[in-house]
């Protein structure tokens, strides 16, 4: 198993621009949040999934939007991109019909806005 | 309002040195805690948790509940600890869906 996949790695936008972020979760698990990391900060939550539901939203405009597909890969959407939106875009997966509270990253997609 | 903080953001210790990264938090309820590590060029991933009180990697964590703190402590740092640290938290049965996060720790450890 590869882990939690996300592409593409990196990528650069111009402003206005619109981007689309492709994650793949652990085979298995049924829930996928997505996290914005900026340069010297912790990440911070904009969405959660589970089972193609959105389950829970950060403090994000709506900009930003999401999906998450019968086999439960996501895709994170930014619209009228900023130069604010320039960061890491982290994917997370976990089970969410068990105890286990693990969520298992991916190696991130690393967004410049120009 | 929930809210993780990490006081320090850089930390640096001599090898064998005892080590505690601080972390406090905010949270109205009964939070599950969780410490994240990264190391150079490596993925974001799970250190330890407060539910299973365990030790990994020689790092400890208590949750003491009446100072709002989660504290990770080694009492002999290794230059392969070296990493950034972060404390995060969600809320009960939430499962690791949604994870507030603080804004890390460099640690440190030279020879």
């Known amino acids: 198993d590869a882990g939690v996949t996300q592409s593409p790695t990196h990528l650069i936008k111009t402003r206005g621009q619109q981007v689309t972020l492709r994650c793949s979760p652990i085979?298995?698990?049924?829930?996928v949040s997505w996290y914005q990391q900026v340069l010297g900060q912790g990440p911070q939550f904009i969405f959660q999934y589970y089972e193609k539901e959105e389950r829970g939203r950060g403090n994000f405009p709506d900009r930003f939007s999401a999906r998450q597909f019968p086999n439960y890969s996501s895709e994170l959407n930014v619209n009228a991109l900023l130069l604010g939106d320039s960061a890491l875009y982290l994917c997370?997966?976990?089970?969410?019909?068990?105890?286990?509270?693990?969520?298992?990253f991916g190696q991130g997609t690393r967004l410049t806005v120009v | 309002a929930q809210r993780v903080t990490q006081p320090e953001k850089l930390l640096s210790v001599f090898k064998g040195a005892p080590v505690e990264l601080k972390c406090n938090y905010s949270?109205?309820?009964?939070?599950?805690l969780f410490w994240y590590v990264q190391y150079s060029r490596q993925r974001l991933q799970l250190l330890l948790r407060h539910i299973s009180r365990e030790s990994i990697k020689g790092f400890t964590a208590d949750l003491n509940k009446g100072e709002t703190s989660f504290h990770l402590k080694k009492p002999f740092a290794q230059e392969e600890d070296s990493a950034m640290y972060y404390c995060a938290l969600s809320g009960a049965y939430n499962q690791g869906g949604k994870l507030i996060f603080g804004q890390g720790t460099e640690l440190s450890v030279k020879p």
């Open positions: 997370a997966s976990s089970f969410l019909d068990t105890l286990n509270t693990e969520a298992f």
């Open positions: 085979s298995g698990h049924k829930s």
């Open positions: 949270y109205s309820g009964s939070p599950e």
